[in-house]
Structures are given as C-alpha cells and as structure tokens.
C-alpha cells in the first residue's frame, strides 16, 4: 500500500485546514493514523481511526479541535483543524499500523508512512 498525504499550507491563527491521505494498492490495516513532526522535535502521535469500525483516539493537545474521518470505500482517511495554533505547525503524516490499541500512539509502531504535507500557522 501507498499514502499520499495532501491539503497542507499556510493558515492564520485560529483558522481551519482539512488535511486527506489517499491509499492506494491493498489496504489491509487496523488502524490509520496522522502523526506529525515540527521542527527540532520528535515525530508525534496526532489521531488515529480503527479502519473497521470507526473508534477515534487523539493526542490531548489536539483533542476537541481536530477530527479525523474514513471513507473506506475510496480508502481516504481526512484530518479536520479546527483552531489552530502556531505549535501545531508541522509537517504532517498519514501512516498505517497494525498493532494492538494502544499502539496507536506510538510513532515506532506505524509500518506505512505517506510522504508528508507541511501545515503551517502563523502567528
């Protein structure tokens, strides 16, 4: 499988961005997740979607803002910025794992990774 991440860019204080990843070739996962990495920090856990099911996990930082969404039949997975801040400037990961639940918010534990759009928030 391959994921494309797109919608990335320049955004103001408090404004919204809907960031989506589309897979392509077979997608056989447990759960898809964003991450992201701003700059001089370590790749971070954002939000994560059971690709069966449906349940949510979000980091706290984002919890209440963001909201991550499936569509199963055209294998995208959207990211959903509500009231941003300039530390959520990053770039942005779509990735894929199949480990248990609580793996979901553990970088190391996503096997498949897209290549990242930057979001950026200005001041």
């Known amino acids: 499988v391959q994921l494309q991440a797109s919608g990335g860019g320049l955004v103001q204080t408090g404004g919204s961005l809907r960031i989506s990843c589309a897979a392509s070739g077979r997608l056989s996962v447990t759960f898809m997740g964003w991450l992201r990495q701003a700059p001089g920090k370590e790749r971070e856990f954002v939000a994560a979607i059971r690709w069966n099911g449906g349940a949510t996990y979000y980091a706290d930082s984002v919890k209440g803002r963001f909201t991550i969404s499936k569509d199963n039949a055209r294998k995208l997975v959207d990211l959903q910025m509500n009231g941003l801040k300039p530390e959520d400037t990053a770039v942005y990961y779509c990735?894929?794992?199949?480990?248990?639940?609580?793996?979901?918010?553990?970088?190391?534990?996503?096997?498949?990774w897209g290549q990242g759009t930057l979001v950026t928030v200005s001041s």
């Open positions: 990735a894929a794992t199949n480990g248990i639940t609580s793996s979901v918010y553990a970088p190391k534990m996503y096997h498949t």
